[in-house]
């Protein structure tokens, strides 16, 4: 759905008085809520006096409500949207929290940062068409290393083998879980000390157990930096 774009609009600074601040949001709030419900109603291919008939009140009521100018009962609004077959969406911001106050499972509202906002207006998409294309590439792109994880880990290749005697105790599920989690990390240092870490967990419970000497635990770290290196090389061959 297409909106105007009453946000700019609001942005201006016009005044410093809180009050004129807060009639100024509800404005905003009424331009976008009577712009949505007059565009359902019209999706619908009903007319103000057709879904009036339907609200079981006059056309004149159902004029009121699509109006920006006056003030809205919330139980008169979700009637008005149950009858079409909508939903309204509620949730609350206060500095970086927000809490989504509607009970409707499946959609979440989310904050979205002003550059996301901008790439779509470059890109000449709608904010919400922007996101779902970052998200159903993302979603992909994941689905790709999950199975390039998978299909290695189950190899006969000699790194593979080496990772699967390490973690032996784990399933390959469980060991791609662990590194698809380190291969987010955005620094590559980070990427290799984070597999060590993988790679260890078992091995570090072990050597406290049998007692072996801090020594033989520093030869096992470089042996174990080593293979991490090597496997995020190896990956980072398969998924190009």
């Given at each position: 759905?297409?909106?105007?774009?009453?946000?700019?609009?609001?942005q201006?600074?016009?005044?410093?008085?809180?009050?004129?601040?807060?009639?100024?949001?509800?404005?905003y709030?009424?331009?976008y809520?009577?712009d949505?419900?007059?565009?359902?109603?019209?999706k619908?291919?009903?007319?103000?006096?057709?879904?009036?008939e339907?609200?079981?009140?006059k056309?004149?009521?159902?004029?009121?409500l699509?109006s920006?100018?006056?003030?809205?009962?919330?139980?008169s609004?979700?009637?008005?949207?149950?009858?079409l077959?909508a939903?309204?969406?509620?949730?609350?911001?206060?500095?970086?929290?927000?809490?989504q106050?509607?009970?409707?499972?499946?959609?979440?509202l989310?904050?979205?940062?002003?550059?996301?906002?901008?790439?779509?207006?470059?890109?000449?998409?709608?904010?919400?068409?922007?996101?779902?294309?970052?998200?159903?590439?993302?979603?992909?792109?994941?689905?790709g290393l999950?199975?390039a994880?998978v299909?290695?880990?189950e190899?006969d290749?000699?790194?593979?083998?080496?990772?699967?005697?390490?973690?032996?105790?784990?399933?390959?599920?469980?060991?791609?879980d662990?590194?698809?989690?380190?291969?987010?990390?955005?620094?590559?240092?980070?990427?290799?000390?984070?597999?060590?870490?993988v790679?260890?967990?078992?091995?570090?419970?072990?050597?406290?157990?049998?007692?072996?000497?801090?020594?033989?635990?520093?030869i096992?770290?470089?042996?174990?930096l080593?293979?991490?290196?090597e496997?995020?090389?190896?990956?980072?061959?398969?998924?190009?």
């Amino acid at each position: 759905m297409k909106k105007p774009n009453f946000q700019a609009w609001l942005q201006q600074q016009v005044s410093e008085d809180p009050e004129v601040i807060l009639a100024g949001k509800l404005e905003y709030l009424r331009l976008y809520l009577t712009d949505a419900m007059r565009e359902i109603r019209n999706k619908a291919g009903l007319t103000q006096a057709q879904l009036a008939e339907k609200l079981g009140v006059k056309q004149a009521a159902v004029s009121k409500l699509e109006s920006a100018l006056k003030e809205h009962e919330l139980e008169s609004v979700l009637h008005y949207l149950h009858t079409l077959g909508a939903d309204l969406l509620v949730a609350v911001k206060q500095g970086d929290d927000l809490y989504q106050a509607s009970d409707n499972e499946g959609l979440l509202l989310v904050d979205v940062p002003d550059v996301v906002a901008q790439k779509a207006m470059a890109a000449n998409m709608s904010l919400r068409d922007y996101v779902r294309v970052a998200i159903e590439k993302f979603s992909n792109e994941n689905n790709g290393l999950r199975t390039a994880l998978v299909k290695l880990l189950e190899s006969d290749d000699l790194i593979a083998v080496k990772v699967r005697e390490r973690l032996s105790t784990k399933t390959i599920q469980e060991i791609a879980d662990e590194l698809e989690k380190c291969l987010s990390l955005p620094e590559e240092e980070d990427r290799i000390f984070a597999v060590k870490d993988v790679l260890a967990a078992t091995l570090v419970v072990r050597d406290n157990n049998r007692g072996i000497s801090n020594e033989v635990y520093e030869i096992d770290e470089i042996e174990l930096l080593d293979l991490a290196e090597e496997l995020l090389e190896k990956l980072a061959d398969i998924i190009k």
